[in-house]
Nanobody, 124 residues
């Protein structure tokens, strides 16, 4: 069992940056990939980014590929999401999740353990 807690969200102006953290406890990440998802009001939860245990592989959704950077520090049992050039449409609850297997999946069903999420609100 892995427990995940996200932090770093807040109210930010468009164009600004935020760094989200995902802290694991319990069984930690168990050498599995970790992904970030987001869910905006009235929309389905969507994939943002994922990273392998060794950080040798990353995967990004098209809408964040040139703005967001995912990273991890296994010694700290933490995964991060650096979000730059934030847009109004980035407003959502951002959640981290541990994958079920070693593939960098982009589906909600590819992930097993989830945090409660942290709110990111972008204003103009």
């Amino acid at each position: 069992q892995v427990q995940l807690v996200e932090s770093g969200g807040g109210l930010i102006q468009a164009g600004d940056s935020l760094r989200l953290s995902c802290q694991a406890s319990g069984d930690t990440f168990n050498n599995k990939p970790v992904g970030w998802f987001r869910q905006a009001p009235g929309k389905e939860r969507e994939f943002v980014a994922a990273i392998s245990w060794s950080a040798g592989r990353t995967k990004y959704a098209d809408f964040v590929k040139d703005r967001f950077i995912i990273s991890r520090d296994n010694a700290k049992n933490a995964v991060y999401l650096q979000m730059n050039s934030l847009k109004l449409e980035d407003t959502a609850v951002y959640s981290c999740a541990v994958a079920r297997w070693l593939a960098l999946g982009a589906r909600v069903s590819d992930y097993e353990y989830w945090g409660q999420g942290t709110q990111v609100t972008v204003s103009s």
